[in-house]
């Protein structure tokens, strides 16, 4: 079993930054990969970015590449979500996710957290 809490959201206006952090319980949590997904009020939730166990590897939607960055450190069980140059259409519920084995962009993951949100002001 495995916990994760996400943190970090918040009211930013557009244009603005933030970083989303998931922390996560269990002490295997450098095996496995974790992923951020989001969804917006009415729509289904939709792949934001993935990381490898390692870091080594990382994955990204295209309609967030070059603004969002996602990064992991093993030894605090963390995953982070740097969101830059934010806009109104970022607004939405962010989670993070646990994947045991691999990386994907769908929303095959084996745990969530319950989410953290994100409004963008125009």
């Known amino acids: 079993q495995v916990q994760l809490v996400e943190s970090g959201g918040g009211l930013v206006q557009a244009g603005g930054s933030l970083r989303l952090s998931c922390a996560a319980s269990g002490r295997t949590f450098s095996t496995y990969a974790m992923g951020w997904f989001r969804q917006a009020s009415g729509k289904e939730r939709e792949f934001v970015a993935a990381?490898?166990?390692?870091?080594?590897?990382?994955q990204y939607a295209e309609s967030v590449k070059g603004r969002f960055t996602i990064s992991r450190e093993n030894a605090k069980n963390s995953v982070y979500l740097r969101i830059n140059s934010l806009k109104p259409e970022d607004t939405a519920v962010y989670y993070c996710?646990?994947?045991?084995?691999?990386?994907?962009?769908?929303?095959?993951?084996?745990?969530w957290g319950q989410g953290t949100q994100v409004t963008v002001s125009s």
């Open positions: 990381i490898s166990y390692n870091g080594d590897t990382t």
């Open positions: 996710a646990v994947r045991l084995w691999g990386l994907s962009r769908t929303t095959d993951y084996d745990y």
